[in-house]
């Protein structure tokens, strides 16, 4: 970020995106609480001139899916739980790729399914001599 500054680029923070349009990106202004949360919006709109307007996508945990299923724990981060044997707190349920290790790629995620997917075997195997 310093080094940007240095190179002229300014940072506006609390802005929230509501559309682009051919002269450039809209913004509304948040409304911040003390813990810097957002609570809402002023009214109006702010039309920034732009050349161009580069959509940076950010990614960020989703936990719904730990607060709707009974037996699923997640981290602080909102990212699933699983022991070594790639399997959640939940008995029998497995998990891999970025809902366990946040954002990779893709390839880190096929061969983290892959392992759990051999994990997944041994434990029905193993259930089944059982
Ligand atoms: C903008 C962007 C660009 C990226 N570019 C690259 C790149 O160039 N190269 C690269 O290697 N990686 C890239 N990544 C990262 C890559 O997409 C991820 O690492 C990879 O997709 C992780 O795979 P995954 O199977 O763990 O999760 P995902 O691919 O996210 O798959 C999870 C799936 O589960 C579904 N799902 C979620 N919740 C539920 C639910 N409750 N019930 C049923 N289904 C559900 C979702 O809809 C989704 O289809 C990029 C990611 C983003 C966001």
Redesign the pocket.
């Known amino acids: 970020m310093a080094y940007a500054e240095l190179d002229g680029a300014e940072f506006v923070f609390g802005k929230a995106i509501e559309r682009i349009t051919e002269k450039g990106p809209v913004f509304k202004t948040s409304v911040l609480d003390e813990n810097n949360k957002v609570i809402g919006y002023e009214e109006g709109e702010e039309q920034v001139e732009a050349d161009s307007t580069i959509i940076a996508?950010s990614?960020g945990p989703?936990n719904?899916?730990i607060r709707t299923t009974v037996g699923l724990e997640g981290s602080d981060k909102g990212l699933l739980i699983v022991d070594d044997s790639h399997m959640t707190t939940r008995e029998g349920v497995f998990a891999?790729?970025?809902?366990v290790t946040g954002?990779?790629?893709?390839?880190?995620?096929v061969e983290e399914?892959k392992k759990t997917a051999r994990a997944m075997i041994r434990y029905m195997e193993e259930r089944k001599k059982s």
Not at 96 to 99: C, E, L, M, T
Not at 103 to 109: D, I, L
């Open positions: 996508i990614q989703r719904r899916l891999a790729g970025d809902v954002s990779k790629t893709v390839v880190h995620a399914a």
